[in-house]
């Protein structure tokens, strides 16, 4: 809602029951109340001046929101003191297994990189106790929303360096709905990782509704061989990710057939992305600046996502199977290309295709992944100028990466992913409730929390 709405409200309150009707009519809110004082219970309605005075129905509050699941990322807890939203958030270094024979030195929050997801409702009063376990000052700035300077994040500018081992609290109220981050303000400290999504999700649920809300934050990275630090002045990368994980580790999102799919996509590196969904159109319908009219939305299925931008596609999974979501920078689906490069190279030292499995086989005993697959090869394919360019399609490893997400998918499907890639699995409703039996029967005995949220 507009500040000028929101006044508007404010004003009709103080007119009485005739007015509030209209307000009613027209969709809005309740009559104003300090959002700070409001909201007493999370998705409480707002307290309203003619509550004791009975002259009138009291409308109903805010909606509940359908909340943003951000595969292979935590949502981050919070209290709620006084009506405001209270969130602890710890930059710290962390190790984040990008793949299953891959873990990187990075920096995040809470113990994750990227950090833990904060989801609040438009008209909320938050409140961020952060707290610096870096080695060095940090910051944190709120990327889009709409908060006094003081609270802008911005080093010297707005506020002084949180110094090491310091606390700093953040206090806002978002009247915004949208598509957040939260990140560091230093250039090189956003590319060890330092980003996480703020989501705001609106007072009144968008039209069309949708059933799934899926997030992805894109980043890049470059670590050298035996390298565990990501090289953060580098312009080339090996390593891409959806939410902290390359392909084929990355969580498949789970979507029922006849649903409405939102996904979110933030970017926060050096590259931009275009991100393609196989097999379906797709509606633009938000951006880092929040929804977008509907009369805007355009049929499309490959959506560009530039630095510093969010991307908020829906579309209608009227078709079942496992549809991937990618990247289309050929070289942002595969990882690593060095190393596996230098794998075929010994495969290709021998021209038979037997002799060359077995050179595979011997090397998948030394990597914590299995051979289970090999693209055959031509007879004469070292004399054809260009080969091999398939590098990165032979290996796969769906054991390393199982999960109940992964639960029926063919054998050897982890061999094609590399990269920024996973897939939306539209399945029929019995499959589905089936997957989400499975899906929460595995999360009983996996501890899901950080260890800094409370
Ligand atoms: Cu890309």
Not at 178 to 186: E, V
Request: proline letters at 8%.
């Amino acid at each position: 809602m507009s500040r000028n709405r929101r006044r508007f409200f404010q004003d009709a309150a103080f007119f009485g029951a005739g007015f509030l009707g209209l307000a009613e009519s027209l969709g809005g809110n309740t009559p104003g109340n300090d959002p700070q004082t409001a909201r007493k219970t999370e998705q409480g309605r707002h307290p309203s001046p003619h509550d004791k005075k009975q002259v009138a129905p009291v409308p109903a509050g805010p909606d509940s929101f359908l909340p943003m699941v951000a595969p292979d990322l935590a949502n981050l807890p919070h209290e709620v003191d006084g009506g405001v939203k209270v969130f602890r958030l710890v930059a710290e270094p962390v190790k984040r297994k990008i793949a299953p024979f891959k873990t990187i030195d990075v920096w995040g929050y809470n113990g994750s990189c990227p950090g833990p997801t904060i989801q609040v409702q438009q008209g909320d009063r938050v409140r961020i106790i952060f707290e610096n376990k870096l080695p060095e000052s940090t910051s944190i700035h709120w990327h889009g929303l709409e908060v006094p300077i003081e609270q802008d994040g911005v080093p010297w500018i707005s506020q002084k360096p949180i110094a090491p081992g310091e606390k700093y609290v953040y206090e806002f109220t978002v009247h915004q709905e949208g598509t957040f981050f939260y990140h560091s303000h230093g250039a090189m400290q956003e590319m060890m990782g330092m980003i996480g999504f703020f989501v705001a999700h609106p007072e009144r649920t968008y039209k069309p509704r949708a059933d799934h809300d899926f997030g992805v934050i894109l980043q890049e990275w470059a670590v050298l061989p035996n390298n565990s630090v990501p090289n953060t002045a580098a312009m080339e990368y090996n390593w891409l990710t959806f939410n902290g994980v390359s392909a084929p580790a990355i969580t498949p999102m789970i979507a029922k057939l006849g649903s409405r799919v939102r996904l979110r996509i933030i970017n926060m590196g050096m590259d931009h992305h275009p991100i393609h969904l196989h097999g379906n159109q797709f509606v633009l319908t938000g951006t880092e600046g929040g929804r977008a009219p509907e009369s805007t939305w355009y049929p499309m299925n490959t959506v560009l996502v530039g630095v510093a931008q969010a991307r908020v596609v829906e579309f209608e999974a009227k078709y079942p199977g496992s549809w991937m979501v990618h990247c289309h920078l050929p070289h942002h689906m595969m990882n690593n290309m060095m190393d596996l490069l230098r794998d075929r190279a010994i495969q290709t030292a021998n021209t038979t295709d037997a002799k060359a499995l077995g050179q595979m086989e011997t090397l998948a005993q030394s990597v914590p992944f299995e051979h289970v697959h090999h693209s055959p090869i031509a007879e004469n394919a070292n004399r054809v100028p260009g080969f091999p360019q398939d590098a990165f399609m032979e290996m796969g490893m769906d054991d390393a990466v199982v999960k109940p997400e992964t639960h029926g998918l063919p054998a050897n499907w982890s061999a094609g992913m590399m990269g920024m890639m996973t897939l939306v699995r539209v399945l029929p409703d019995k499959e589905y409730q089936e997957m989400m039996k499975r899906i929460a029967g595995s999360k009983t005995d996996e501890k899901v929390e950080h260890p800094h949220s409370s």
